[in-house]
C-alpha cells in the first residue's frame, strides 16, 4: 500500500467534512462544528442530515393550521415587517431638529385610539405591569382581589410581579367574590399605604357559579387610583373596525376604550394579543400617571427598539383609518367569512386527492377569552401526518385527535392554500 493514500476507513478530514455541508447553507463556521461532532460521534456519515436538522432550529416562516389564531409557540399574532434598511427618527423632533422622545410618536396614536390622554410602550406587557408597579406604588400596597391574584402563564405570576417591583400585595375578597367593601376596608385600614387598586383580567381561565367581582366603574370610587391590566389589547368592544357588531366570542372580553371610560387610571395590554401587532407592552391613561412611569429607570431597560415602533405604529395607523379587518393578519383571519373557508378547504382536498373538508372550531387563543371558539372550516385526514406536515420546507403546523390529522383553515393565509395541498398530496416531505 503506498503511504500516500489513506486507509478506507480512515475518516474524512473536518474540513472536506464541513465544505460538503456547503449546500445546505449554513454558514462555514456552523458547518465545522457539525462535522466535528458528527467524527468524534463516529459516524461521517450523518454530517448531512445533522446539518438538516441545525437548519430546523433556526427561526423560519410556519404555516399555522393549529386553528388557534394567536399560538404562543408561533409568535402569537403574525405581522408583515418590511423596513429598508435606512436610519428612523426614533429619537429625533423633526420639527426642531433637537433630540425627541422616542414614546412620542407611537404614545399620541395608542392615546387617540384608546380615548387617553396619554400613553407609551414597553417590550411586553409584563414589563408594563411591573414599571407601573414600580413607578407608582414602590414600596406602597397595591389592593388586588384574591381571585385575580392569578398566573397568566410563562411565569407572570401576579404576586411574584408584584413582588419584584417593590410594590405589597394587599389581597382581598375570596377566590371567588370580592366586592367593593372588600376593597374600601383593606385601603381605609391601610390608610395612605395603599397606592393602587389593580384589576388583572384572569386571561386564560374561568370561574363559574357563585362568583362575584367588582367592575371597574366601582372600583373608580375608591380613594385611590385604579390600574386594570386587560392583557388581551381589544382596543375597543364595539370593534369598529369590522364595520358590523362584534363576533359573539369577543363578549365579556375587556377593551382599553371602555376600561378607561369606566374610570381606570392606566390600562396595560399585551402588543401582539387581539391588538394584532409586534410583541408589546402598552400603558395608556391619565398623562400624570404616564409620565411617572416614563420618568422611571426602569422605562430605559425596558424600551422597545425602533423595528417594533415602526410595527405599533403601523398597527395603530390600521386601526385609525379603519382598515384593520382587512391589513391586520389576526383581524383579516378573525373577519374571514365561514363559506370561504369551506370553498378553500374543498378546493384543496380536490387539488390534493386527499382529505375531507370539515366544519371545525377555531380559538383567538393567547389566553384571550377563554373558553370560547369561533366558527372555521378546515380538512380532516385519516392518518397522523403532523411529522411529514412540519418537515416541509415551510412548515406546516396541525394538530392530531384519534390518529387524525386537522388542519384549520382559520389561521392560514390563503397565499399558503397551494403549499398546503402539495403537502397534503405527498405522504412525506421532499428531501
Ligand atoms: C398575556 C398577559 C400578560 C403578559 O403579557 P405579555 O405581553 O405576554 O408579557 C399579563 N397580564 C395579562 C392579564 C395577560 O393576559
Known amino acids: 500500500m503506498r503511504s500516500s493514500e489513506p486507509p478506507a476507513n ?59 389564531l394567536l399560538h404562543t409557540n408561533l409568535g402569537r399574532a403574525p405581522i408583515a415587517v418590511a423596513q429598508p434598511a435606512r436610519p428612523i427618527n426614533v429619537e429625533f423632533d423633526l420639527a426642531t431638529g433637537e433630540r425627541g422622545s422616542r414614546q412620542t410618536a407611537v404614545g399620541q396614536l395608542y392615546a387617540k385610539l384608546c380615548g387617553a390622554e396619554a400613553a407609551m410602550v414597553v417590550n411586553n406587557n409584563a414589563a408594563a405591569v411591573m414599571l407601573v408597579l414600580a413607578a407608582l406604588a414602590y414600596d406602597r400596597g397595591v389592593v388586588v382581589s384574591r381571585g385575580e391574584s392569578v398566573e397568566i402563564g410563562g411565569a407572570f405570576r401576579v404576586p411574584e410581579v408584584m413582588e419584584q417591583s417593590g410594590a405589597t400585595l394587599v389581597d382581598v375578597g375570596t377566590t371567588n367574590r370580592t366586592r367593593l ?76 376604550r371602555q376600561s378607561l371610560e369606566a374610570g381606570a387610571a392606566l390600562v396595560t395590554f399585551s402588543g401582539d394579543k387581539l391588538l394584532g401587532g409586534p410583541q408589546a407592552g402598552i400603558i395608556v ?62 378546493a384543496i382536498c380536490s387539488t390534493a386527492g386527499t382529505g375531507r373538508p370539515a366544519a371545525m372550531q377555531a380559538l383567538p387563543g393567547a389566553g384571550s377569552a377563554p373558553g370560547v371558539s369561533m366558527p372555521s372550516y378546515g380538512i380532516i385526514i385519516d392518518a397522523d401526518r403532523l411529522v411529514a406536515l412540519r418537515s416541509w420546507p415551510t412548515p406546516i403546523i396541525a394538530r392530531v385527535r384519534e390518529g387524525r390529522t386537522y388542519l384549520d383553515l382559520r389561521s392560514v393565509e390563503s397565499g399558503d392554500d397551494g403549499a398546503v395541498a402539495e403537502a397534503l398530496a405527498s405522504p412525506t416531505a421532499p428531501g
Open 10 to 68: 480512515r475518516p474524512p478530514s473536518v474540513d472536506v467534512l464541513a465544505r460538503s455541508l456547503a449546500p445546505t447553507g449554513l454558514p462555514h463556521a456552523v458547518c465545522v462544528d457539525i462535522a466535528r461532532d458528527a467524527i468524534a460521534a463516529g459516524d461521517p456519515a450523518s454530517a448531512t442530515q445533522r446539518a438538516l436538522d441545525f437548519s430546523r432550529t433556526l427561526l423560519m416562516p410556519v404555516i399555522n393550521a393549529t386553528g388557534v
Open 181 to 256: 367593601s372588600d376593597y374600601a376596608r383593606a385601603i381605609s385600614r391601610a390608610g395612605a399605604n395603599v397606592a393602587l387598586a389593580m384589576k388583572v383580567h384572569p386571561s386564560n381561565f374561568r370561574v363559574e357559579g357563585f362568583v362575584e367581582d367588582t367592575s371597574i366603574a366601582e372600583l373608580a370610587t375608591l380613594s385611590v387610583p385604579v390600574v386594570a391590566d386587560i392583557g388581551s389589547g381589544l382596543i375597543d368592544s364595539n370593534c369598529p373596525w369590522l364595520g358590523g357588531p362584534p363576533p359573539a366570542w369577543l363578549a365579556g372580553e375587556p377593551a382599553a
Open 285 to 346: 391613561g391619565r398623562r400624570d400617571c404616564v409620565e411617572r412611569c416614563a420618568r422611571h429607570p426602569l422605562a430605559r431597560a425596558l424600551r422597545p427598539g425602533g423595528l417594533v415602533l415602526a410595527a405599533l405604529q403601523a398597527t395603530a395607523l390600521a386601526y385609525l383609518d379603519r382598515s384593520a379587518a382587512s391589513t391586520i393578519p389576526f383581524w383579516r383571519m378573525v373577519a374571514t367569512p365561514l363559506a370561504e373557508l369551506e370553498q378553500r378547504a374543498i
